[in-house]
Nanobody
Framework: QVQLVESGGGLVQPGGSLRLSCAASRMIFSNYVWTWYRQAPGKQRELVATVSGEGSTNYADSVKGRFTISKDSAKNTVYLQMNSLEPEDTAVYYC????????????WGQGTQVTVSS
């Protein structure tokens, strides 16, 4: 079993920045796709950004140019750098790690709250 622990959420003013971290309890970067999702109150969970085992990235249109996903294999950690934050970015952010072949191997963090407000 793998535990994922998110951190870095908080309250920030519009235009500000935050960096979210997702730490895995053990090394699982090989053959795993890492994804940040978010869920705002009353809305469905949506994909924010993804990084593959090879390092290719993909972003939701709403965050392109503002958010950057990255990973540090030595620290078993995936990051989401969020710049130019907008009130619409307010949500609980979750990280997920899923094996790129065995979909049953899927792990979730507990979520971290991000609130963008003046």
């Amino acid at each position: 079993q793998v535990q994922l622990v998110e951190s870095g959420g908080g309250l920030v003013q519009p235009g500000g920045s935050l960096r979210l971290s997702c730490a895995a309890s053990r090394m699982i970067f090989s053959n795993y796709v890492w994804t940040w999702y978010r869920q705002a109150p009353g809305k469905q969970r949506e994909l924010v950004a993804t990084v593959s085992g090879e390092g290719s990235t993909n972003y939701a249109d709403s965050v392109k140019g503002r958010f950057t996903i990255s990973k540090d294999s030595a620290k078993n950690t995936v990051y989401l750098q969020m710049n130019s934050l907008e009130p619409e970015d307010t949500a609980v952010y979750y990280c997920n790690a899923q094996h790129d072949v065995l979909a049953i191997l899927s792990y979730w963090g507990q979520g971290t709250q991000v609130t963008v407000s003046s």
